[in-house]
């Protein structure tokens, strides 16, 4: 499990989750389900992709109730097709059906970001690049959204914006330029005694030539460059910095920007621009006292 999932950012999480869907009771489960009544369900893959979410969503159920039975059928990253059960759940019925929205709804979004980051990954699988997220996600979501991408295959860029120095566009032309970024850059970091990666994004080749020249960053950012302006950039750079293709890249472009040679391919479309994948919970045994 990655490090940013941790065992508190998941608990802040669901209580969260449960307050804003619960609140004070599911009143329709309390008002139609005895509270006696034990049942069992099933989750049901209604297409095809790949599944992501199953071990949250145990921990969601027992979050809940600690007495639910969660039986996982399947691994998370596992390819699934229409009809697949990806787990079965046993235990009070109140608390399957309450803990059902919530269980469907990161599963959904889970499984559809990682299906989507295994497609672009097998567009350039003939390649060296590899493939990042950003950091736009949805809002509170982004731990689970950013383990999805990882599920599917891709790799985790910064989680944050305390994790790495990232100079873009914006701060750079606040800055006064890329010269002054930079310097201002390594003084901030040395001045706080910060051990940070440092990136920053070029539009052109004569920014990265500027940058060539000045030095002192890790990573070089091509943004919005043609196939063959990349090309041009990573020839130019020869390997002396790690280099990352970002800006609007997506299913009809990824093969020609990997072939540029770059080493990292970021796209923020891998979570912003998601379909869910098709699951729900179905009730598959029932009885007043007992599942079995």
């Known amino acids: 499990m990655k490090d940013y999932i941790t065992a508190e950012g998941l608990n802040q999480f ?13 009143h329709s489960t309390l008002a139609s389900v005895p509270a006696n009544q034990q049942g069992k369900a099933s989750l049901l893959i209604k297409e095809n992709g790949i599944i992501a979410g199953l071990t949250l969503a145990e921990r969601i159920f027992n ?6 039975e969660v039986n996982l059928l399947m691994k998370d990253g596992d390819a699934v097709s229409y009809g697949d059960i990806g ?37 350039i699988q003939h390649t060296e690049a590899r493939l990042l997220d950003t950091r736009k996600t949805t809002p509170n979501f982004r731990m689970l959204e ?11 860029h910064r989680y944050a914006l305390y994790d790495m120095i990232m100079l873009k566009d ?55 460059m043609s196939p063959q302006e990349m090309k041009e950039a990573v020839g130019l750079i020869d390997k002396q910095y790690t280099t990352e ?22 796209v923020g479309a891998l979570t912003h621009q998601v379909q869910s994948l098709d699951i729900s919970l179905k009730a598959v045994r029932y009885h007043p006292q007992t599942a079995d």
């Open 170 to 224: 914006n701060h750079i032309d606040f800055a006064g330029g890329i010269a002054e970024a930079i310097h201002a850059t390594k003084a901030y970091l040395k001045d706080n005694k910060l051990d940070l990666k440092v990136e920053i994004e070029t539009r052109n080749l004569k920014e990265v030539k500027t940058v060539l020249e000045i030095g002192g960053v890790d990573i070089i950012m091509l943004d919005n």
């Open 63 to 68: 979050h809940y109730d600690s007495n639910l």
């Open 87 to 123: 787990l079965t759940v046993s235990g009070s019925a109140q608390s399957i059906l309450t803990t059902e929205r919530l269980v469907l709804n990161c599963m959904q979004r889970m499984s559809g970001i990682a299906t989507k980051t295994h497609h672009f990954n097998q567009l």
């Open 14 to 26: 669901m209580d969260a989750a449960f307050k804003e869907d619960v609140g004070v009771g599911d």
């Open 146 to 156: 950013k383990w999805a991408v990882a599920i599917g295959g891709g790799q985790n």
């Open 245 to 266: 293709a970002s800006g609007g890249i997506n299913e009809s472009s990824i093969v020609a920007v990997a072939e540029s040679g770059v080493d990292f391919i970021s």
